[in-house]
């Protein structure tokens, strides 16, 4: 069975990216589809944390005040732990929004935040196809028409015909679009992993970046007094972690060697002395998470009429802890510039060097200073380098905070 549907733009995937496109557009009266191949809510491999350098553009999205009653506690401080060592500075406060505690970002898990943005979606007036996977994206004269398969019924087939074709698929799932990226494997690839704990000692105010051998990651309160804790790890150190089991270790196997998950933990744990302190006695909430490879560096924004966000556009090393503001943001830019577009392949085309250009003055140096820490702290002596300075200048971590784009204001809001 196949049905036909018109659109002016359709959107493919509904994470923040995609979802904050959409609801602009939809606000502004565009007829807008959201293809969505999970149901949700459902967890994703995401660090949580949103600066509160957003939190305009979260009121402008009409879900500020939804956010500030569930996100977990401000983030004043900004850690470092490594090894033995376990350094704290102040987070830099953004210029604070229309309530007093504005200043100071704040995390939510991404079961929570997804779900609040694609209700605001469909609340606006965005048609909502989910689960369907997108199969196909054909040229159709000056449409484009998108055929999505329904992820329950294989002979179901929708096609969705548009001018304005949006890719916030992400980075790290190969498929047959145009905009997806081809699927490689290189034992450098940088594979995430995510985890909620419950009962973590860790200060609710404080957000640590972890540095331990072959990989980097995170820390932060989010709801629900849920710790989420983020990490990246190279393919070639997790094999080699899962290769050299014991045999009196205990924990899940595989094949006769330690879980993927397992395995990260454990490292974590042993390397990292503050992440085995704050999770004594914690306990999972949940199972581990885990996807990849990821793909940081910046990409095309506009090829072939497909607008991209999110990290289809380009990404940073999640060592800075922006991904979802640059999602956000890149949605909400996007949308600014098409709106005000006008309409054929033209004003599209236009639109879409605007945007671009936007983006990378807005992305591109957070995205190189990332690059730049991921490459200190994968080289050998790396670690200890970073140690070191973060002792003697604890305020390293301060500026760090600052130039990784938390207190950068998203374009139009003052």
């Known amino acids: 069975m196949t049905r036909l549907s018109t659109h002016d733009a359709i959107i493919i995937g509904a994470g923040p990216a995609g979802t904050s496109v959409a609801l602009t557009l939809a606000r502004r009266g565009w007829a807008v589809a959201i293809v969505e191949k999970r149901l949700f809510p459902r967890r994703k491999v995401c660090g949580e944390y949103i600066s509160a350098s957003n939190l305009a553009l979260l009121d402008r999205l009409e879900i500020g005040d939804a956010w500030r009653a569930s996100a977990g506690p401000q983030i004043r401080r900004v850690g470092f732990f490594s090894g033995n060592t376990r350094v704290e500075a102040a987070m830099p406060p953004a210029r604070a929004g229309r309530c007093a505690d504005d200043g100071f970002g704040r995390a939510l898990g991404r079961d929570v935040l997804d779900t609040l943005l694609l209700q605001a979606a469909c609340s606006a007036g965005a048609e909502i196809f989910q689960p369907f996977w997108p199969v196909a994206i054909d040229r159709d004269g000056d449409m484009q028409t998108v055929r999505i398969q329904a992820s329950n019924v ?40 995510k985890a909620h704990f419950i009962g973590s000692s860790l200060a609710t105010d404080l957000m ?40 009196e270790q205990d924990g899940p196997k595989e094949n006769g060697h330690l879980s993927a998950a ?17 999770l004594e006695g914690a306990r999972l909430d949940g199972p581990w998470l885990a996807a990849g490879p990821i793909r940081p560096g910046i990409r095309a924004c506009y090829e072939r009429d497909i607008f991209r966000v999110g990290n289809a556009a380009g990404e940073s090393h999640p060592i800075i802890a922006e991904g979802i503001s640059m999602a956000l943001q890149s949605g909400w830019l996007l949308a600014s510039e ?77």
């Open 208 to 247: 640590p970046l972890l540095v331990f051998p072959g990989g980097y990651g995170g820390m932060v309160f989010a709801d629900h007094g849920r710790l989420s804790i983020s990490c990246c790890i190279r393919r070639d150190v997790l094999a080699r972690l899962r290769g050299n089991r014991l045999p």
């Open 338 to 414: 098409l709106g005000g577009a006008p309409t054929g392949q033209a004003g599209r085309e236009a639109a879409g060097r605007r945007y671009e250009a936007t983006w990378r003055g807005l992305f591109s140096t957070r995205v190189y200073a990332a690059a730049g820490i991921a490459r200190l702290a994968f080289c050998p002596g790396g670690p200890a380098l970073m140690r070191v300075a973060v002792r003697n200048l604890p305020q390293a971590l301060t500026l760090g905070a600052h130039l990784s784009g938390k207190t950068r204001r998203v374009p139009g809001f003052g």
């Open 154 to 193: 294989s002979d179901e087939h929708t096609m969705l015909r548009a001018p304005v074709i949006v890719a916030a698929h992400g980075s790290w799932e190969p498929g047959p679009l145009p905009s997806q990226l081809a699927k490689t494997s290189r034992p450098s690839d940088l594979l995430g992993f």
């Open 262 to 278: 397992d395995a990260v933990c454990r490292h974590l744990m042993s390397s990292c002395r503050g992440v085995s302190d704050v």
